[in-house]
């Protein structure tokens, strides 16, 4: 049933939002846009450690920065007072939307996608619909605009990055998912060396990383990779650690490296000191503390986006490389043309979207400045008409 096409050129998200990206520390890449740790208290936050995506305080930080890009974007355009929001999962992004259009008082309609090998449909209310092919973002945009939405100057147009704008749910996605994997398993195996057991990582992994251990791991690769680190060093045993949680003697991944920094005399130097920075990072607040592996998760998704050759097969190409999602990207230009102001938003933190200078040096990228192949469905979308132009 799915075609997919496909774009030997290479191409990056940058082509449409410029450096318009936010990224998990609410830090926007377009450097006239102040740094998160610069403008917390302006925004209204109650410290200086950004909220999480489905915090409230997320959608107040948001709507600031919002509003900040809406006016260097240009000095004549008006204030926001729309929203469209392209996302994949419908806990966090269609609930980041609701926060943010119940906060701002804002019309809003949200598109949540994920591709399935069924006859297309498209199901909602209340402008936040769900869709089982990528290609019903063209039907999304007809229903907003039957519904009234103005698609112009005053809306922004957010858009989510990973498995929506790159590496489409469903369809794309699992190459997001090996970087990940393959950077957990590259630190892992230098901090043991060669006591490490890729078999049974990837077994510890498949356990904890499940809907079942998410409020052990608050859904945090950051503590599913720690606690696979402490494993895999032989300082706790699965099942040990399991029971425990079962028994609700272990809560949270705080207690549970609480409870390895009392074991500390058993570890390796190596092991200790990503302990002891990861440990300090948590307590300060950091959600994403295991900054080794997310530098490494960086380098292992940017390796596989536009890496292999345009005679590439598809099916090759959609396990091996990240590509952008065309659906997407065509969605995306047209609300640009519609005047949109259009944004990026990501749950990575900047050690994964940003090079090291080592790396940066060797030529290395920005992720959202990173070329790769375009995969996906052409979609006809609503003409647009001389009347429906930019607001003068």
Known sequence: M????????????????????IYRDMNAMDERLPRYSEAWHEMGMAGPNPPRKLDMAYAQALAWLLAQAQKIAGPRRPALSEIFYLGDTLLNDGGAFQNLRSLTGWPGWCFIGSEKDQELQITGKDGLYQANRWIALADFLRQAQAEGAAIDQRTVAIVD???????????????????RLAAIEATLSEAVGEAFKRDEFLQVY???????????????????AYICLMLSAGVVDLDAVLARVDAQELTDSRQFMAHVDNLRGELTPRVLALHDDIYTRARAGDPTPFKAFRRREYQETVDR?????SDARLGQRLIEEICITR?????????????????????????????SPLLAAQGYLPLHRTPTHIVGQSIELPAISARDGMLV
């Open 161 to 179: 990055i990973d498995k929506t704008a790159i590496g489409a749910r469903g369809r794309n996605d699992k190459s997001i998912d090996r970087a």
């Open 327 to 355: 659906e997407v990207l065509e969605a995306s230009q047209w609300l640009r043309e519609r005047g949109c102001l259009m944004v990026a938003l990501s749950d990575k933190p900047d050690e994964a979207t940003m090079p």
């Open 2 to 21: 799915y075609k997919a096409g496909f774009d030997m050129k290479l191409h990056a998200l940058t082509d449409v939002f410029g450096d318009l990206v």
């Open 206 to 224: 498949a356990v904890l990383n499940t809907p079942k251990y998410h409020s052990f791991t608050a859904d945090n690769q950051d503590n599913v």
């Open 305 to 309: 986006m536009g890496h292999l050759p």
